[in-house]
């Protein structure tokens, strides 16, 4: 195994860009394992990880951090690509790229070796009405977006991209096939 893809998902957005990413390095005969944080142990052989989870509320999902702060010595000893999916990706990146996201990271900063914010999907059908009420009162209380702005944001969309899935899966390849 040359490289484990390590995920985490609410609604199956990420976890669909997880296989994309595992699909086109199997193109390149990288041998990949795509695996539920909440399953995921590091494996010996596998020198490259890529790291993914989905914002929420400007943070990635409680089972990623928890699976990078306990699996912290592991990782210490691996290079990462980081990746976030996200509906808007000018709000994840500050000075520090999107450490901001996962503040868990700051140990591992010197064995990221690419960062990327992808873009995902929401479908309110499938949301939680918990999901649903905390987008309501974000858009209309934090954003105060009314009528026509309130009506397109409750739309459901899919911003989901494959060629840009592959591109930077494109650049996984490369850092792997340099040894990093
Ligand atoms: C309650 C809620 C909060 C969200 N917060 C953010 C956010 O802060 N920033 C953002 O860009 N996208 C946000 N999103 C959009 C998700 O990141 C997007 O839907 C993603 O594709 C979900 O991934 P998943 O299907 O793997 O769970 C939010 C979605 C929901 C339902």
């Not at 595992?22 to 990288?30: A, M, T």
């Not at 929420?56 to 691996?78: C, D, H, P, R, V």
């Not at 739309?155 to 850092?175: F, M, P, Q, R």
Request: hydrophobic share 35%; net charge positive.
């Amino acid at each position: 195994m040359q490289c484990q893809i390590i995920y985490s998902s609410k609604y199956g957005s990420t976890k669909l860009i997880s296989q994309w990413i595992g699909e086109k390095l199997l193109h390149h005969e990288i041998q990949n394992e795509i695996i539920s944080s909440q399953k995921a142990t590091l494996c010996n052989e596998s020198n490259h990880i890529v790291l993914i989870s989905p914002v929420y509320s400007g943070k990635a999902l409680k089972e990623f951090t928890s699976f990078i702060t306990e699996n912290q010595t592991l990782l210490l000893k691996k290079s990462l690509s980081i990746v976030c999916v996200a509906m808007q990706k000018e709000r994840c990146f500050n000075n520090q790229g999107i450490l901001n996201i996962i503040s868990e990271f700051t140990q591992l900063h010197k064995n990221i070796i690419h960062q990327e914010v992808l873009l995902g999907e929401m479908i309110y059908s499938n949301m939680t009405k918990e999901d649903q009420t905390s987008l309501y009162s974000f858009y209309t209380k934090i954003m105060k977006f009314e009528d026509e702005k309130l009506k397109e944001k409750l739309e459901s969309t899919s911003l989901l991209n494959k060629k840009s899935v592959w591109e930077l899966a494109s650049i996984i390849i490369k850092n792997i096939k340099k040894g990093n």
